[in-house]
C-alpha cells in the first residue's frame, strides 16, 4: 500500500503542495487531477524519493520510500525523458539494468511489448528517428519493462491518438489485474472518469476534491438534463433551479442547481411539441473540475 | 551487478571502444610514430652529401704515430654506417684553452698521453652530435694505437685485448646548466600542451554526459532509481578513468614509436644513445641532453600525478556546473569562466620559460585551480623545487577531498532542478538549498 501521510512541500516561500493525504491499495487506480503548476509532478517526486517532503510522509508497504524500493517502481515522467542518440535497445538495455533487470530479461520484456504495441521493427531504430508517439510508447515500455508494484504515470496519454490511448489504458487495466497500485495525472478527464476509483483534484498545492469518483459525483449536487424538442430558451431560463441553458447542434442542456429542480423543467417540456429526449444526468467530472478549481480561483 | 559498477562501466564504455576512440587513437599513435621517426625519415631522404666538418687536431702524445690518418680511416669506415655524418681531420701545432681559435673547425681535440692511456680534450664549437659520435668511435680506435705504440710484439700477445673505456672530457662554448633548463623549458611546453588538452577533454565529457542526461530530462528517470551521489561519483570516476586510459595508450604509442625509431628502423643502426638521437634532432651537445634524460622521469612523474589529481579537482567541479546548467547552451557560458581559468594556466605554463623565476608563477603553482598545468612546466623550467612541488601537490589533494565534500550536496540539490536565474544567483540559491538538504 501507498500511503501519503500530510505532505507539505516548501520551495522557499512557494507551497507547491500542501497536506496532501491519499492512500492507494494494490489493484487501484489513483487519479491526479489539477491545473498546470497546481503540484502534481512535485507530488510524484516526493513519492519516488527524488524530492523530500517539508513535512509530512510517504510510506510504502508500511516504510519510507528509499533506493532499496526503486527497482519495484515504475515511472513515466511528464515530458520525454529518452536518451534521443541511443537505440530503442540501447535505451530500455540502459533503463532496465537500471532498474535491476538482467540482459536477457529485459530484451525477452521488450519484445513482448514492442508486439503489443505494433512497434517491433523498431528494436534497432535511434530514438530521435521515432516519432513523438511512437517515443511516447518507448517511455511507457521502460516504466513498465521491471513489472512495478507502483506504476506512478505522469500525463501518459498526452500526444497520444486515441487508439494508442486505448492500447495504454489496456496496459495500465493488465497492471492493475496483476494488482500493481497505479497512480497518474491527466488533462484529459474522461480518461479518468473512465478508469479511476479515485481521484484528487490539486489547485495551488491544495487538495480541493478528493473521494472515489462515484461518491464526488453523488455530492455534487448540480445535474444536466438532455433535451431535443422544440423548446424556447428564454422559458428554460426562467424556471426556478435552472442555472444554464446550452444550446448545440442536436440537443439542449440545461443546467439545474439541483436534481429536484428537474421536475419543474419537466413540466415546461411536456407542454412543448416534438420532444424526443429528456434525459437528467449527474455533472461530468469536467464540470465538477472546473467548477471546484474555479472556487478556489476565488477563494486565492 | 551493483548499480554503481553498472553506471560506470556505462559511461566508460561511452568513451572508451566507440568509433570516436579507435580513430582518435589511430590518429594519436601514427602522428607519434612519425614524430619519433624523423630521423629514419630523414635519412631515407638524405643523399648522403652532409657538408663536411672540420676538426683541428693537436697531437701532443708523443708516440710517433699518424694520428690523423689513423683518426681518417676509422671514420671512412663509420661514415658508410651512419648516414648524415661527415667529418674530416686537419692538424694544428697547439691549442690553448684560454684562447681557442676555431677557424673553420668545429671542433679542436687535443691528444695528450698519459704513459700509454690516450687522454683527449675536446672542445666543441657546435660540432654536429652525429659527427661527434663517429669521433668519439674513431678516437677509442686511436687509443688502441696509442697504448699498442710502445709495446712488443710480445708484450701484445700476453695482454691479447683491451678494454680501458676512453679518457676524455668535452669542452662547450655554452653554459651547460642554462642550456639544460632551457631545454626542460621546451619540453616542458610540449608537455603542457597534451595537459592541457586530456584535461580540457575529460571535464569536457563528464559535464556534456551530465547536460545530455539533464537537458533530455533524462536524469528524472535515472535519478529516480540511483542516488545523487552514486551518480556523481560514476560520471567521475569514468571520466577519470578515461584519462588514465588515454595517457597510458599515448604513453605506450610513444614506446612502441621509440622501439621503432630505434631499433627496427634504426637510422643509428643501434650505435647511436636517445641522448645522442635527440641531440642530433635539437643540434644539442648528448651531454646536456643526457642531463635533460636524467631529470625527466620525476618530471614526467610530477607531470602524471598533477594530471590525475587535477583532473579529478577540474571533473569535480565540472560535474557540479553542469548539474547547475539546464541545457547545453546555458552549460557552454556556465562553463566559460571556469575555461578562462584553465587557459590562464595553460599560458603561464607556455609561458614559463620566458618568465623566468616569476613570483606569479610561483603564486600560481599552488592555487588548485592553476596547479595542474602550471606545476610540472615550473618543475622543469627551474621555477619550483621538489619541495615546492610536494607542497602544491598536497594542496592539490586537500583541495580536491574538500572539493568533493562540498559540491557533492550541490550536485544533489541543482541535479533535479530547472532553475534559470543568473549565473552567481543560481549557485547562491543551490549552495542554500544543498544546506537545507
Known amino acids: ?300 | 551487478m551493483s548499480k554503481f559498477k553498472y553506471l560506470l562501466k556505462y559511461g566508460i564504455k561511452r568513451r572508451i571502444g566507440t568509433k570516436a576512440f579507435y580513430i582518435a587513437n589511430i590518429v594519436i599513435f601514427i602522428a607519434l610514430l612519425a614524430l619519433m621517426n624523423i630521423p629514419n625519415i630523414v635519412a631515407f631522404f638524405d643523399d648522403g652529401e652532409a657538408s663536411k666538418e672540420i676538426v683541428y687536431v693537436v697531437d701532443d702524445t708523443q708516440k710517433g704515430l699518424e694520428s690523423i690518418e689513423i683518426l681518417d680511416q676509422s671514420t671512412q669506415a663509420l661514415l658508410s654506417m651512419i648516414p648524415g655524418a661527415n667529418v674530416s681531420f686537419e692538424p694544428q701545432a697547439t691549442v690553448d684553452p684560454n684562447n681557442l681559435s676555431f677557424g673553420a673547425s668545429k671542433a679542436i681535440i687535443h691528444l695528450t698521453a698519459n704513459v700509454d692511456i690516450l687522454v683527449v680534450d675536446i672542445y666543441k664549437n657546435g660540432l654536429d652530435t652525429l659527427n661527434e659520435t663517429v669521433l668519439l668511435q674513431a678516437l677509442s680506435v686511436l687509443k688502441v694505437q696509442v697504448w699498442a705504440a710502445d709495446k712488443t710484439p710480445a708484450e701484445l700477445e700476453l695482454i691479447s685485448d683491451f678494454n680501458q673505456p676512453l679518457v676524455y672530457e668535452i669542452h662547450t662554448q655554452e653554459d651547460d646548466h642554462t642550456t639544460r633548463d632551457l631545454i626542460l623549458s621546451a619540453i616542458s611546453v610540449f608537455v603542457a600542451i597534451p595537459i592541457f588538452i586530456m584535461l580540457i577533454l575529460s571535464v569536457q565529457f563528464v559535464g556534456v554526459d551530465i547536460i545530455e542526461e539533464k537537458s533530455t530530462k533524462a536524469i528524472e528517470f535515472v535519478m529516480s532509481t540511483v542516488p545523487p551521489q552514486t551518480h556523481f561519483m560514476t560520471k567521475i570516476l569514468a571520466s577519470f578513468i578515461f584519462l588514465i586510459v588515454q595517457s597510458g595508450l599515448i604513453f605506450i604509442y610513444g614506446i612502441i614509436a621509440g622501439f621503432v625509431s630505434t631499433t627496427v628502423l634504426g637510422a643509428t643502426n643501434g650505435q647511436m644513445s636517445i641522448s645522442e638521437l635527440i641531440g642530433m634532432l635539437t643540434e644539442t651537445d648528448s651531454n646536456i641532453i643526457s642531463s635533460v634524460l636524467n631529470a625527466l622521469p620525476m618530471a614526467l612523474f610530477i607531470t602524471l600525478i598533477f594530471m590525475i589529481v587535477g583532473g579529478l579537482f577540474f571533473m569535480i567541479f565540472m560535474a557540479t556546473l553542469a548539474s547547475m546548467s539546464t541545457s547545453m547552451e546555458d552549460f557552454q557560458s556556465f562553463q566559460s569562466p571556469f575555461m578562462f581559468t584553465m587557459l590562464i594556466g595553460f599560458y603561464a605554463s607556455i609561458f614559463s620559460m620566458y618568465m623566468g623565476d616569476s613570483i606569479v608563477l610561483k603564486i600560481l603553482g599552488y592555487i588548485p585551480l592553476f596547479s595542474p598545468i602550471v606545476v610540472p612546466t615550473l618543475y622543469m623550467s627551474g621555477v619550483l623545487g621538489v619541495v615546492d612541488v610536494i607542497i602544491s601537490f598536497v594542496i592539490l589533494i586537500g583541495s580536491t577531498v574538500g572539493m568533493y565534500y562540498l559540491l557533492a550536496p550541490v550536485y544533489k540539490a541543482s541535479i533535479l532542478s530547472y532553475d534559470q536565474s543568473p549565473f552567481f544567483q543560481r549557485i547562491k540559491k543551490m549552495f542554500k538549498r544543498s544546506k537545507a538538504i
Open chain 1, 1 to 300: 500500500m501507498l500511503e501519503v501521510n500530510h505532505v507539505k512541500k516548501n520551495y522557499g516561500s512557494l507551497t507547491a503542495v500542501n497536506d496532501l493525504s491519499f492512500s492507494i491499495q494494490p489493484g487501484e487506480i489513483f487519479g491526479l487531477l489539477g491545473t498546470n503548476g497546481a503540484g502534481k509532478t512535485t507530488t510524484f517526486k516526493m513519492i519516488l524519493g527524488l524530492l523530500e517532503p517539508t513535512e509530512g510522509n510517504i510510506r510504502f508497504h508500511g516504510k519510507k520510500i528509499s533506493y532499496d524500493d526503486v527497482d519495484q517502481i515504475g515511472y513515466m515522467i511528464e515530458e520525454r525523458s529518452l536518451l534521443v542518440k541511443l537505440s530503442v535497445k540501447e535505451l530500455v538495455l540502459h533503463y532496465g539494468a537500471l532498474k535491476g533487470l538482467d540482459k536477457d530479461t529485459i530484451l525477452e520484456r521488450l519484445n513482448y511489448w514492442l508486439k503489443r504495441f505494433n512497434i517491433e521493427s523498431y528494436l534497432d531504430k535511434k530514438i530521435k528517428e521515432l516519432s513523438k508517439g511512437n517515443q511516447q510508447k518507448i517511455q511507457f515500455i521502460t516504466a513498465i519493462i521491471n513489472n512495478p508494484k507502483l506504476l506512478v504515470l505522469d500525463e501518459p496519454f498526452s500526444g497520444l491518438d486515441p487508439i494508442n490511448t486505448n492500447k495504454f489504458v489496456e496496459v495500465i487495466r493488465d497492471f492493475q489485474q496483476k494488482g500493481t497500485m497505479i497512480i497518474f495525472s491527466t488533462h484529459q478527464i474522461d480518461h479518468v472518469e473512465s478508469f479511476c476509483e479515485q481521484l484528487i483534484v490539486l489547485e495551488k498545492g491544495i487538495p480541493v476534491l478528493q473521494g472515489k469518483i462515484s461518491d464526488i459525483k453523488k455530492d455534487f449536487k448540480r445535474h444536466n438534463i438532455r433535451l431535443i424538442g422544440e423548446v424556447e430558451e428564454a422559458k428554460l431560463r426562467s424556471i426556478e433551479g435552472v442555472l444554464d441553458v446550452i444550446i448545440q447542434p442536436n440537443e439542449w442542456i440545461v443546467k439545474i442547481a439541483d436534481e429536484s429542480f428537474s421536475e419543474a423543467v419537466f413540466n415546461y417540456v411536456k407542454t412543448c411539441k416534438n420532444i424526443r429526449k429528456f434525459d437528467v444526468e449527474q455533472a461530468t467530472l469536467s464540470e465538477i473540475f472546473i467548477e471546484k478549481v474555479g472556487e478556489t480561483y476565488e477563494q486565492v
